[in-house]
């Protein structure tokens, strides 16, 4: 009697450790797997995962990436093993009949194309079942791509004729001071000799000086002058030109030198003419 006891007792431990055992192996299962076709009133709904660069994601997500970036990553589906799964990502698409998330499947491999605009990893796995409308699961994860930054690509003042040109790209907002205000993102507008001029896009700066004007004699020789200041020209002759009295008309704003001993002036403001006399 005391062996059968015993026994007993032996055979009721060994029961209770494979009850033990059994349990955890259930508790360790991947999420709501289906070992076989059911009703679709019983099972679950269909479990995805996917790993990007060592991150887990069991649902939706959104992922920003420098532009032309590669991105490899790995698909689990937990599902009924006959559950039809589907995958599509930027540069390519698959189907299969079964998911991968059980029996020690490593999961399925992939990588996306260069990514140079915005696109997505679409997983879906629809469950396998009888009886009913088949549950199922989609992840998606956006794929974006950074914020493009406000840049100043040019800004420049011409010194023949104080016109001022700039280029912008991806600002919200341009202006230049002195006077010209908010401008568009690419133009270009008459600016003022002797100023200085500075572009502001956003956060960013940047300067453009439009020179003085040069004044030049026929005599060779010259100087920067401020518009609206008085200069001392050197001594000089000049001839009759014709008119009574010996007298010259001249323009600062001449672009060929007048008769022998006139000046050149080459200035953005012209003024009336004005008379030299012989003395």
Not at 47 to 57: A, C, E, H, K, P
Not at 159 to 183: E, H, K, Q, R, Y
């Amino acid at each position: 009697m005391e062996a059968i006891t015993k026994k007993h007792k032996i055979i009721f431990s060994l029961a209770a450790l494979g009850v033990i055992i059994l349990a955890a192996m259930v508790m360790n299962l991947p999420p709501k797997t289906v070992s076989a076709i059911g009703l679709c009133s019983d099972v679950g709904t269909p479990t995805i995962r996917v790993d990007i660069n060592s991150q887990t994601y069991w649902g939706d997500a959104s992922i920003t990436v420098p532009a032309g970036s590669v991105l490899p990553f790995t698909v689990w589906t937990y599902a009924e093993p006959s559950s039809p799964n589907s995958i599509t990502y930027p540069g390519g698409s698959n189907t299969y009949p079964g998911p991968c998330g059980i029996l020690g499947c490593p999961g399925r491999s992939y990588t996306t194309s260069a990514i140079n605009s915005p696109g997505a990893i679409v997983v879906n796995v629809t469950q396998n079942c009888s009886g009913g409308i088949p549950p199922e699961a989609t992840l998606t994860i956006n794929i974006g791509l950074p914020a493009a930054t406000c840049a100043i690509n040019t800004f420049t003042c011409d010194p023949a004729t104080a016109t001022l040109a700039w280029g912008t790209s991806n600002c919200s907002s341009v202006s230049i001071n002195n006077g010209v205000g908010v401008v568009p993102p690419t133009g270009n507008t008459q600016g003022l000799v002797g100023t200085v001029y500075t572009l502001t896009a956003d956060s960013k700066t940047s300067t453009a000086t439009c020179p003085a004007p040069t004044l030049t004699t026929t005599g060779g020789g010259s100087r920067t002058v401020t518009p609206g200041t008085t200069v001392t020209l050197p001594s000089f002759d000049f001839n009759n030109t014709g008119e009574s009295g010996s007298v010259i008309h001249y323009n600062n704003c001449e672009k060929n030198p007048p008769p022998t001993g006139g000046i050149t002036a080459d200035l953005p403001d012209c003024p009336p003419p004005k008379d030299l006399v012989a003395p």
